[in-house]
C-alpha cells in the first residue's frame, strides 16, 4: 500500500523552511544593502535575489502540486483501504493456501517413500510366491508322474492281500464243508436221516457264510435270514418231509403207472426237490445272478431224481446231498471272488443276469 506523503505546512513556517534551510541577512531582499557596494558585489546580489525568486516560485508549485495530490488521495482513500485490505486478505489466504500445498507435497511425499516401500516388500513377497509355485508345480509334476506307479504299488498290494485273504477264506470254508459233508454221507449210509441233515445244514451254512464273506456282504440282513435257514435245514426238513407226505396221500396223485418202489420215494423225492428249490430262490434274491439260479435249480432236480431211486443203503440221497453241495458252493466261491474282486463294485446294481447278459442292470 502506497504511504501517504506529508502536505508541507504553509502557516508554520517559509518555503525557505520548508527547503530546510534558512536564508542569512544578506541573502534577504528586505535588509538594507550597505552603505559602500562595488559593482560586482551588486551583481553577485541581484543573481542571488533571482535565484532565490525562483526557488520560491518552484517551492509554491511543488507546493500546490502537493496539495493536489494530497486532496486526491484524501479522495480516493476508503477504495484505497478496502483495495488494500483485500489484498492482504488474499496475501494471507496464498500464504495459508502455500503451506497447505506444502504440507501436502510433504504428505505426499512421505506416502510415496512409504509405497515404494511396500512395493519393494511386495515384489520380495511375490518373487517369494512365485519361487514357492515354482516348486509346487514341480512337486506336483513329479507326484502326477510317480503317482500311477505308487497306485499301482498300492493297488498290487491291496491285490495280493485281498487274493490272499480269499483263498485262505475259500480254503477253510471248502475244508469245513467238505469234512462236514462227508460226514453228512457217512450219516446217511449209516441211516441216520436226521443227523445227515443237520450236517447237510451246517455244510451249506459254511458255504453260504464263507462266501458271502468273501464277497463283503456276510452282515447283510437278508443274506444272514436266508443262511440261518439253510442252516436249519436239519431241523425244518423232517416237518417238511412229513407235510409232502401228507399233501400227495391227501391230492391221490395219478401213480399206478409207476412202480410201486419208485411211488414208494415219491414223498422223498419231492421233499427234497422242492426244499432244495427254495433255498435256490433264497441265493437267486441274493446274488440276483441267472448262472447260479440256472446250475443250483438243475441240480436241486437232479437231487430230487436220485431221491427217488430205492436204495436201502442211502448211498443214492447222500450223493445227491454232496452232489447239490459241492455244485452250490462251487457257485457260490465264484459269485464271491466276482463280487469281492478289487475291480468289482462294492454294491452292484440289483438285477437278474443270464449269461453275461444283462437283466436288471447287472451283467453276470
Not at 75 to 99: C, W
Not at 187 to 196: F, L, R, S, Y
Not at 331 to 338: H, K, N, P, S, Y
Not at 345 to 351: E, I, L, S, T
Amino acid at each position: 500500500m502506497r504511504s501517504r506523503p506529508n502536505a508541507p505546512n504553509s502557516k508554520s513556517g517559509s518555503p525557505a523552511r520548508a527547503n530546510g534551510s534558512r536564508p542569512s541577512k544578506r541573502c534577504r531582499p528586505d535588509s538594507a544593502p550597505p552603505k559602500q557596494l562595488s559593482a560586482p558585489s551588486r551583481e553577485r546580489r541581484e543573481a542571488e535575489a533571482e535565484t532565490f525568486r525562483r526557488e520560491q516560485a518552484e517551492l509554491a508549485a511543488r507546493e500546490r502540486e502537493l496539495a493536489a495530490h494530497a486532496a486526491a488521495e484524501g479522495k480516493d482513500s476508503p477504495e484505497i483501504v478496502e483495495l488494500a485490505a483485500q489484498l492482504a486478505e488474499a496475501q494471507k489466504l496464498a500464504n495459508q493456501r502455500a503451506a497447505e500445498a506444502e504440507q501436502r507435497a510433504a504428505e505426499a511425499q512421505e506416502r510415496t517413500i512409504q509405497l515404494e516401500s511396500r512395493c519393494r516388500e511386495l515384489a520380495e513377497q511375490c518373487d517369494l510366491v512365485r519361487r514357492e509355485l515354482k516348486g509346487s508345480r514341480e512337486q506336483a509334476r513329479r507326484i502326477e508322474h510317480e503317482l500311477p506307479q505308487r497306485i499301482a504299488q498300492q493297488q498290487l498290494k491291496a491285490g495280493r492281500a485281498e487274493q490272499t485273504r480269499r483263498s485262505v477264506a475259500i480254503s477253510l470254508t471248502w475244508l469245513c464243508a467238505v469234512v462236514i459233508a462227508g460226514t453228512a454221507a457217512v450219516a446217511g449210509i449209516n441211516n441216520d436221516p436226521a443227523q445227515a441233515a443237520l450236517l447237510f445244514g451246517m455244510t451249506f451254512a459254511a458255504f453260504f457264510f464263507g462266501s458271502h464273506a468273501v464277497a463283503g456282504r456276510l452282515f447283510d440282513a437278508p443274506a444272514i435270514v436266508i443262511g440261518l435257514i439253510g442252516a436249519s435245514f436239519g431241523w425244518w426238513y423232517p416237518m417238511w418231509t412229513a407235510a409232502v407226505a401228507q399233501a400227495l396221500a391227501t391230492w391221490s396223485l395219478p401213480v399206478d403207472a409207476l412202480p410201486a418202489a419208485v411211488v414208494t420215494e415219491l414223498p422223498q423225492a419231492v421233499s427234497v426237490a422242492t426244499a432244495l428249490l427254495t433255498i435256490t430262490v433264497g441265493i437267486f434274491a441274493l446274488t440276483w445272478s441267472g448262472t447260479l439260479l440256472l446250475q443250483i435249480g438243475s441240480v436241486s432236480l437232479f437231487a430230487g431224481a436220485l431221491a427217488l431211486f430205492p436204495d436201502d443203503s442211502g448211498f443214492a440221497l447222500a450223493a445227491a446231498a454232496v452232489i447239490w453241495l459241492v455244485v452250490t458252493g462251487a457257485g457260490l466261491t465264484r459269485w464271491a471272488v466276482r463280487i469281492g474282486g478289487p475291480d468289482t463294485p462294492a454294491a452292484p446294481p440289483r438285477g437278474p443276469t443270464w449269461s453275461g447278459m444283462s437283466l436288471g442292470g447287472r451283467a453276470l
